[in-house]
């Protein structure tokens, strides 16, 4: 069975361009979740989706992010324009019950 | 107050010794509890499921207390390879909300 898969696994762009996330989850899972890790400091939460509704996006830094998930299926997690502090490691995560399970995140460098 | 916190280490120690972390969680109606190990520039990969009863897999052990809302991880005859970032995760909510602590680093020494 496929894990949870990100992609692209690397992004460098400049500061002012416009980058678009996506993660596909584990068939079924309809809690998805997005994540960050800047360099240093813990995994901060983002957004939460059940099926395709935004359950929590508390975590989401400012208007420049914006997440979708089509259908329920995958999501997209789009930086708009993207400034430095945006770098860091975004993780993907998908659960049905309890246990999340993660993809090996997109590492993003705005420079 | 953080939802969950943990001391972010480093803990360092020589192999072939126990070493155990704690980690508080502020939320009283938290439901599931677990310990999550990350590898330098990997994904976060569950290791081991907390339950009020205590459970132990190997050289693991995890307990919960629920009454002083903390978690514990205890790991004995430390491995080099057992070197790596811990981290505390509370679910909670009915949608199952995950919250993770910073994490803790291990690293263990020959």
């Known amino acids: 069975e496929a894990g949870v898969t990100q992609f692209p696994s690397h992004s460098v762009i400049e500061k002012g361009q416009t980058v678009t996330l996506r993660c596909d989850p584990i068939?079924?899972?309809?809690?998805l979740y997005w994540y960050r890790r800047v360099m240093g400091k813990e995994i901060k939460f983002l957004l939460h989706?059940?099926?395709?509704?935004?359950?929590?996006e508390s975590g989401m830094p400012n208007n420049r992010f914006l997440a979708e998930r089509t259908g329920g299926t995958y999501s997209t997690l789009k930086v708009q324009p993207a400034e430095l502090e945006d770098s860091g490691v975004y993780f993907c995560?998908?659960?049905?019950?309890?246990?999340?399970?993660f993809g090996q995140g997109t590492r993003l460098t705005v420079v | 107050r953080k939802e969950v916190e943990q001391d972010p280490g480093p803990f360092n120690v020589p192999e072939g010794a126990t070493v155990a972390f704690n980690c508080t969680y502020s939320n009283s109606a938290s439901q599931s509890f677990f310990w999550y190990r990350q590898d330098c520039r990997k994904e976060p990969k569950l290791l081991m499921s907390v339950y009020s009863s205590g459970n132990e897999d190997g050289r693991f052990t995890a307990q919960l207390n629920r009454a002083s809302q903390y978690i514990s991880l205890l790991i004995r005859d430390s491995k080099l390879s057992d070197s790596a970032t811990y981290l505390c995760?509370?679910?909670?909510?009915?949608?199952?909300?995950?919250?993770f602590g910073i994490g803790t680093k291990l690293q263990v020494i020959p």
């Open positions: 068939s079924g899972h309809d809690n």
């Open positions: 995760v509370v679910t909670s909510g009915g949608y199952q909300k995950v919250t």
């Open positions: 989706f059940v099926k395709e509704s935004k359950q929590d």
């Open positions: 995560a998908s659960s049905q019950n309890t246990e999340a399970f």
